[in-house]
């Protein structure tokens, strides 16, 4: 939803937002950390790859050795003043301002990791638990 929608249905201003949002995803990025089904993880044991490779094979029988997707998401950002932040953020192929997540799932549906950028804070990998 973009953002002049959200402040429409909820009545608030542009800065008021953009606090409640910044507010939110750090919320929501503490809450992750502390939960062990919020982990992420690559299989790490031959065993686990072996199953999910085979449940892939089992819907599609002519990609063998696979162990999951990868999928992107990519955001549409406001254009900054600062013009570092700008070009970090401006899409030529689409001609737009955005930022790029990448999320890799398994055949069950669990994320095993994902890069997220933020725009006000440094680009992380998540690898693992939740840094």
């Known amino acids: 939803m973009i953002e002049v929608s959200l402040q429409q249905i909820f009545a608030l201003t542009p800065s008021t937002l953009s606090r409640y949002l910044e507010f939110a995803q750090n919320i929501l990025y503490?809450?992750?950390q502390g939960l062990p089904d919020g982990a992420l993880s690559f299989p790490s044991r031959e065993e686990e790859f072996k199953e999910l490779s085979n449940l892939i094979t089992a819907r599609h029988p002519l990609l063998e050795g696979a162990f999951g997707s990868i999928d992107g998401l990519s955001l549409?950002?406001?254009?900054?003043d600062d013009p570092e932040l700008e070009n970090a953020t401006y899409n030529g192929w689409k001609s737009d301002h955005c930022v790029n997540n990448v999320?890799?799932?398994s055949p069950k549906?669990?994320?095993?990791?994902?890069?997220?950028?933020?725009?006000?804070?440094?680009?992380?990998?998540?690898k693992g638990k939740f840094v």
């Open 76 to 80: 549409p950002v406001e254009e900054s």
């Open 30 to 32: 503490k809450t992750l």
């Open 103 to 105: 999320l890799v799932f």
């Open 109 to 126: 549906g669990d994320i095993m990791t994902a890069t997220v950028h933020y725009l006000y804070q440094e680009e992380f990998e998540l």
